[in-house]
């Protein structure tokens, strides 16, 4: 079973930038697909970025497409999510995702559904000020 902490969140301004990551303990990422995904209050958890086990293959939420980078070290064992330009709508838990059963999703948004991810990790704050 692997373990995931995020940390990195915090308070940021309209139009700043943070940097988030997924420490991972237990067992190595190096065989997992990894994603985030994000919890804004009275709202349901929804995808928001996953990299493949190679770091090729990255996929973002429109929402998010051309702010946010995914990213992963497997020499760290740890996933990262650069996020530019923050807007209240950012504002956010968020959390980091193993899959421990990647594959391609050519043509499908399958990777989206919090189902195919079987490790979470508690999750960090993002706050973000207008």
């Known amino acids: 079973q692997v373990q995931l902490v995020e940390s990195g969140g915090g308070l940021a301004q309209a139009g700043g930038s943070l940097r988030l990551s997924c420490a991972a303990s237990?067992?190595?990422?190096?065989?997992?697909?990894m994603a985030w995904f994000r919890q804004a209050p009275e709202k349901e958890r929804e995808f928001v970025a996953r990299?493949?086990?190679?770091?090729?293959?990255?996929y973002y939420a429109d929402s998010v497409k051309g702010r946010f980078t995914i990213s992963r070290d497997n020499a760290k064992n740890t996933v990262y999510l650069q996020m530019n330009s923050l807007n209240s709508e950012d504002t956010a838990l968020y959390y980091c995702?193993?899959?421990?059963?990647?594959?391609?999703?050519?043509?499908?948004?399958?990777?989206?559904?919090?189902?195919?991810?079987?490790?979470w990790g508690q999750g960090t704050q993002v706050t973000v000020s207008s």
């Open positions: 237990g067992r190595t990422l190096s065989t997992y697909a």
């Open positions: 995702a193993a899959d421990d059963r990647p594959r391609n999703y050519i043509g499908s948004t399958e990777y989206t559904r919090r189902s195919v991810y079987a490790y």
């Open positions: 990299i493949s086990v190679t770091g090729v293959k990255l």
